[in-house]
């Protein structure tokens, strides 16, 4: 039973063009939602995360939205650069799921020079 | 510097034979968590722990089992029982078990039993 869902897995943006990640999620008691960069076979980084009583976080170039009513959160990157390419996970966690994240499949971006 | 450290890079076993893979963190990190993860598929849950000598099983516990006898380390051992232990994993920690912080991952050991 997946909770954290990730239905596009792979997507291709030109460089300098806005790359654009979703994730969407069924369990209502998440409260916290985070982005994470990962390269073949290294462990993944943190790269932004979101409380659900904001709708926005900004970090440079990256940008998480929040739809709590739709469940759903996106991850901008403007611009695109060609470093961005790897695979992008979604995790969540909630009051309920004591300190255990839950995370999505993952969506493998790759950005053309 | 800190961080979270993981051995072997690859391992490799004949199927049968238990494993460990360690799994060492000098960040003070009070909650580590082990995962799987599989070709096409997310980081999965097999274990995680907040504090010594406490663990909780995950989502794919059966196979496994882990100790938590100090702070900064949590060792993953893959029983014979594990039906399919192939996999790259993946150890985490986190600063402060109830607190929500993002998890601190390891490089990752790529384990193949044949």
Sequence with gaps: DQQVKQ???????????????????TNSMFDYFLWYK??????????????????????????????KSAKHLSLHIVPSQPGDSAVYFCAARGE?????????????????? | DGGITQSP????????????????????????????QDPGQGLRLIYYSQIVNDFQK???AEGYSVSREKKESFPLTVTSAQKNPTAFYLCASSPL?????????????????T
């Design chain 1, 7 to 25: 239905n596009s897995p792979s997507l291709s943006v030109q460089e300098g063009r806005i790359s654009i990640l979703n994730c969407d999620y």
């Design chain 1, 38 to 67: 990962k390269y073949p076979a290294e462990g993944p980084t943190f790269l932004i995360s979101i409380s659900s009583i904001k709708d926005k976080n900004e970090d440079g170039r990256f940008t998480v939205f929040l739809n």
């Design chain 1, 96 to 113: 309920n799921t004591g300190n255990q994240f839950y995370f999505g499949t993952g969506t493998s971006l790759t950005v053309i020079p």
């Design chain 2, 9 to 36: 890079k690859y391992l490799f076993r004949k199927e049968g034979q238990n494993v460990t893979l360690s799994c060492e963190q000098n960040l003070n990190h009070d909650a580590m968590y082990w995962y799987r």
């Design chain 2, 58 to 60: 995950g989502d794919i």
């Design chain 2, 97 to 113: 078990a109830g607190v929500v912080y993002e998890q601190y991952f390891g490089p990752g050991t790529r384990l193949t039993v």
